[in-house]
C-alpha cells in the first residue's frame, strides 16, 4: 500500500477517532466499528494493517486494568491455542480470494454480531459444553478474522454464554483479541500488506484512539449509553447489508 492522498487520511482519521469514540461511549470495540467504514473506503486489504497497533494498544490498556490475567489463561488456553491456525487458514484465504468476497463475509459476521447484541440473548452453556466447545470456538474465530480482521465472532458470544463476572469477561476477550491481532500483524506482514507506510498511519492512529476514547468516556455522562449503543448496532447492520450487497451487484 503506497501512502494514501491526504482526502483518504482525512477519512481514515475520522474513522479512527469515531470508532475510538464509539468505544469510550459504550464499550464497543474499536475494529467492530472502524472496519466497515474503512472497507467502504479504502478496501478490505488495505485497511487490516491500518487497524493493528491502535487496536493492540487500545487492548492492552483495558487488560492492564481489568485483572483476572492468569485466571482468564488457564481456563482458556485452548481456545486462544485454536485461534492461531483459525488466524492462518484464514490468512490463506484472503490471499486467494477476491476482496469484495471477504468483504460480503465480514459484513455477514457483523450482521450476525450486532443482531446477537441487539436481542441480548441470555443463553447459558453447561460445563461440559463449555470445555469442548473452546477448539472449535478458537478456529472459527481465528478463519474469520484472518479472512475478514472481525475478532469477534463467535468468540465474544460464547464468552457472553459463561458465568464470568464483568471484568473477568473483558480480560478474556481483550487477550484473545491481542493475541489474533499480533499474530495477524506478522501474516500481513508475510503477505506484505503490512509495510512501512501502513504502520506509520496505523501509528500515527493512536493518538487519535486516545483521544477518542478519552472524550466519549467524558461524553458517557451525559448521554445514554444504551441508546448510542443500539444506534451504532443499527449501523453496522446497515453497513454490514451494504458489504454482502455489493457482492451480489
Not at 478496501?43 to 491500518?50: F, I, N, R, W, Y
Not at 459444553?129 to 472449535?136: D, E, H, I, V, Y
Not at 493518538?207 to 455522562?221: D, P, S
Amino acid at each position: 500500500m503506497t501512502m494514501p492522498d491526504s482526502n483518504i487520511l482525512l477519512s481514515i482519521a475520522a474513522v479512527f477517532f469515531f470508532a475510538a469514540f464509539v468505544k469510550g461511549v459504550t464499550g464497543l470495540g474499536f475494529s467492530t466499528t472502524a472496519l466497515p467504514f474503512l472497507v467502504l473506503s479504502i478496501g478490505l486489504k488495505e485497511t487490516l494493517p491500518l487497524l493493528i497497533i491502535p487496536s493492540i494498544l487500545s487492548n492492552l490498556l483495558v487488560m492492564r486494568s481489568a485483572g483476572h490475567f492468569r485466571v482468564s489463561c488457564l481456563r482458556f488456553w485452548p481456545l486462544y491455542i485454536a485461534t492461531l491456525p483459525g488466524i492462518f487458514v484464514g490468512l490463506i484465504l484472503l490471499k486467494r480470494l477476491d476482496s469484495y468476497t471477504c468483504a460480503a463475509v465480514l459484513g455477514g459476521v457483523l450482521i450476525i454480531y450486532s443482531a446477537l447484541a441487539l436481542s441480548n440473548p441470555s443463553f447459558r452453556l453447561t460445563s461440559y459444553s463449555a470445555r469442548w466447545l473452546q477448539t472449535p470456538v478458537g478456529c472459527v474465530t481465528g478463519l474469520l478474522n484472518g479472512m475478514t480482521g472481525s475478532q469477534v465472532v463467535p468468540v465474544v458470544p460464547y464468552l457472553l454464554s459463561l458465568p464470568l463476572e464483568r471484568d473477568h469477561f473483558v480480560q478474556a476477550s481483550n487477550i484473545s483479541f491481542t493475541l489474533s491481532s499480533l499474530v495477524m500483524s506478522l501474516g500481513l506482514t508475510q503477505l506484505g500488506l503490512m509495510t512501512l507506510e501502513t504502520s506509520l498511519i496505523s501509528s500515527f492512529g493512536v493518538i487519535l484512539v486516545y483521544t477518542g476514547v478519552q472524550l466519549g468516556t467524558r461524553v458517557r455522562r451525559w448521554m445514554s449509553p444504551s441508546v448510542f449503543r443500539r444506534t451504532v448496532l443499527g449501523l453496522l447492520i446497515c453497513l454490514g447489508f451494504s458489504l454482502v450487497v455489493r457482492l451480489i451487484l
